[in-house]
C-alpha cells in the first residue's frame, strides 16, 4: 500500500506534460533519490549524493517501477552496485553516469536554474511535451506489470524489515535473518 501510494504522487510528477527540473544540494536519499529520478532534469551542487541504503538500513525494497526508473538513468550495473552495497554516488559520479544534468558550485546554483527554467520555457511547449511524451511511452515497454507486487511483500512482510525499522530508530545496526 505505501510504495502504491507513493508511485501515485512520483508518477503524477513524472507525468507532468512540462519539463521538470530537481535541484540537489546534500543528499538525495531514499525517496529523495525517487522524486529526483522521475524529473526530467537534475542539477546539483559538488557535495551532493545520491543514494539508496536501504539493504544496510530498514531492509525493505523498491517497487519494481522504482527499479526501472533507477536502471533508465544509471544502468543496470550501477543500479545493482547501489543498491546492494548501500553506496552512494558522489555529484561528479552521477554526472558522469548521466544521472545528473549538470554540477554547479553553491554560489552559482540559483542563477544557472534560473538560465534552465528560462532556457526551457523559451522552447516549444508541444516539442516538449511530445519529447516528454514519446520518452516515458519508450520506457513504459520496459517497465514491469502489477504482477510484480510479490517481490514487496517479501521484504515488508518479513522480520527483517520489522527488525530493520526498530533498529533504524533506535539508531542501531541491525541484525538481519533472511526471514
Given amino acids: ?11 503524477e510528477l513524472e507525468a507532468l506534460p ?5 535541484v540537489v544540494e546534500g543528499a ?8 529526483a529520478a522521475a524529473c526530467d532534469l537534475r542539477v546539483c551542487t ?3 549524493r545520491f543514494g539508496m541504503p536501504i539493504a544496510r538500513t530498514v531492509g525493505h525494497g523498491l517497487s519494481v517501477t522504482n527499479h526501472a526508473r533507477l536502471v ?4 543496470p550495473a550501477r543500479t545493482k552496485a547501489m543498491l546492494l552495497l548501500a553506496d552512494f554516488l558522489g555529484a561528479e559520479e552521477a554526472r558522469v553516469a548521466g544521472f545528473v544534468h549538470e554540477v554547479v558550485e553553491p554560489g552559482a546554483l540559483d542563477g544557472r536554474v ?3 527554467c528560462e532556457r526551457l520555457a523559451s522552447h516549444a511547449p508541444l516539442t516538449l511535451r511530445v519529447t516528454k ?3 516515458a511511452r519508450v520506457l513504459a515497454r520496459e517497465r514491469p506489470g502489477e504482477d510484480d507486487e510479490e517481490l514487496l511483500r517479501l521484504v515488508y512482510g518479513s522480520r527483517d524489515f520489522r527488525a ?16
Fill in 46 to 48: 559538488p557535495a551532493a
Fill in 114 to 116: 534560473e538560465a534552465l
Fill in 133 to 135: 511524451a514519446a520518452v
Fill in 28 to 35: 538525495a536519499v531514499g525517496g529523495g533519490l525517487i522524486l
Fill in 18 to 22: 512540462v519539463p521538470t527540473l530537481a
Fill in 1 to 11: 500500500a505505501y510504495e502504491r501510494a507513493m508511485e501515485e504522487v512520483i508518477g
Fill in 72 to 75: 533508465a538513468h544509471l544502468g
Fill in 164 to 179: 530493520g525499522v526498530r533498529a533504524f530508530l533506535a539508531k542501531e545496526t541491525p541484525t538481519w535473518e533472511g526471514r
